[in-house]
Every structure is written in structure tokens, then in C-alpha cells.
């Protein structure tokens, strides 16, 4: 069974940082693109940023880019999501996300909150 | 970037209601179609990829259609179970891009 665990959200001041983990179990994380997608309170649904199988392409949203980095360690089949120069918009339920339709299917993890704010 | 202009916003229905969301994209996406429901407080999930296939699992009540462009979801027969927020996905790239949701509320 594909799961994915998200972690390290909280409440972090404007300007921080934090960096968000996910865990992967349940299939071959080093096969796979990962991507994190963000919920803001009574919101749709964002792309957030990608990552290719292994690691050699990254692709950001444009509001983010520049501010975060997604990095994956495939031998601790990890994904993570470096936030800095954290702002009030960032506030947000941080989901990772393994997409292969067809395939795979697509799994979310149940998110990790995080909350920018003074 | 790909946009995507999903319709209406919110719907109010019936059980018993055949419901249908739309979802236009500024750019052909090569039938790289998904489409999510999100109930509160969960994560989404997938009901069909790739246009018209369903998932496993989702009930024959769900189905997609659409080409180029136009793209719609249609709930044949509206189930108590069925009301929540309903997502259209394009993942012609990496950098998906989501429809902005369409809550199917009770009427």
C-alpha cells in the first residue's frame, strides 16, 4: 500500500523558514516524479513544485520560486520542501504527492500544516 | 502556464440529480486529464485520469468526457456520498495545474 507521511509544518514568522519532509513507503520512491501541492484554508488546490525520479529536474510555481527548494534523498526515500522568506500567503496545508495515473495511480499524504503569521 | 477555467463554482443538487462540472484549458493537454474529489478535512482523490478512465474502485455512476480543450465530469445519478468539492487536473507537465473547484452542495 502506497503511503505518504508529511512532516516539520507549524507556525513560523514572516520571513522564516522551515523545511517540510515527506515520507514514502509502498513502492519504488526512486522510480517515481514527487510533488508537493498546497491547500489554503478554504481554498483550492496549488501546485506547489516537482521533482524528477532522480533529482536532476526541479520545477516551482512561480510564487515560490526562488523562496523554496524540493530535494528528495531516494536511499531514506524522502522528499522534501525547503521554505524560506516565508510569507502570510504561504500559509497553507503542504500535501506530497506521487502521480503516475495508469500506473502507480495518484496518492497524497494527508499534509502537514503551515501557518505564517506574527 | 496551462490555465484552467473549471464551471460553476458551486452547484446545488439533489440525489437522484445527474450533475456535470466543465473544465476549459488555455492549451491542449493531450487528454492529461485527472479528476479529484475532496471532501473536508481530506486529502483528494483520484476518481478518473486521462479523461474518461476511472479508477478502481469509483463507482460506473462517474464519468469523463472531452477533448482539446473542453473537458466535463459527470455524476449520472447524485449519491448522498457524493457531495463534496470536485477538482479537474492537468498534468500534460510536470507543473500541474488545478481546475478552481466546484462544491456540489444539497439542495
Known amino acids: 500500500e502506497v503511503q505518504l507521511v508529511e512532516s516539520g509544518g507549524g507556525l513560523v514568522q514572516p520571513g522564516g523558514s522551515l523545511r517540510l519532509s515527506c515520507s514514502a513507503s509502498?513502492?519504488?520512491?526512486?522510480?517515481?516524479?514527487m510533488h508537493w501541492v498546497r491547500q489554503a484554508p478554504g481554498k483550492g488546490l496549488q501546485f506547489v513544485s516537482a521533482i524528477t525520479p532522480n533529482g536532476g529536474s526541479t520545477y516551482y510555481a512561480d510564487s515560490v520560486k526562488g523562496r523554496f527548494t524540493i530535494s528528495r534523498d531516494n536511499s531514506k526515500n524522502t522528499l522534501f520542501l525547503q521554505m524560506s522568506s516565508l510569507r502570510h500567503e504561504d500559509t497553507s496545508l503542504y500535501f506530497c504527492?506521487?502521480?503516475?495515473?495508469?500506473?502507480?495511480?495518484?496518492?497524497w499524504g494527508q499534509g502537514t500544516l503551515v501557518t505564517v503569521s506574527s | 502556464d496551462i490555465q484552467m477555467t473549471q464551471s460553476p463554482s458551486t452547484l446545488s443538487a439533489s440525489v437522484g440529480d445527474r450533475v456535470t462540472i466543465t473544465c476549459r484549458t488555455s492549451q491542449s493537454i493531450n487528454s492529461w486529464l485527472a479528476w479529484y474529489q475532496q471532501k473536508p478535512g481530506r486529502a483528494p482523490n483520484l476518481l478518473i485520469h486521462k479523461v474518461s478512465t476511472l479508477e478502481s474502485g469509483v463507482p460506473s455512476r462517474f464519468s469523463g468526457s472531452g477533448s482539446g480543450t473542453e473537458f466535463t465530469l459527470t455524476i449520472s445519478s447524485l449519491q448522498p456520498d457524493d457531495f463534496a468539492t470536485y477538482y479537474c487536473?492537468?498534468?500534460?507537465?510536470?507543473?500541474?495545474?488545478f481546475g478552481q473547484g466546484t462544491k456540489v452542495a444539497i439542495k
Open positions: 487536473q492537468q498534468y500534460n507537465t510536470y507543473s500541474w495545474t
Open positions: 509502498g513502492f519504488t520512491f526512486s522510480h517515481y516524479v
Open positions: 504527492v506521487v502521480g503516475d495515473y495508469g500506473r502507480l495511480g495518484g496518492h
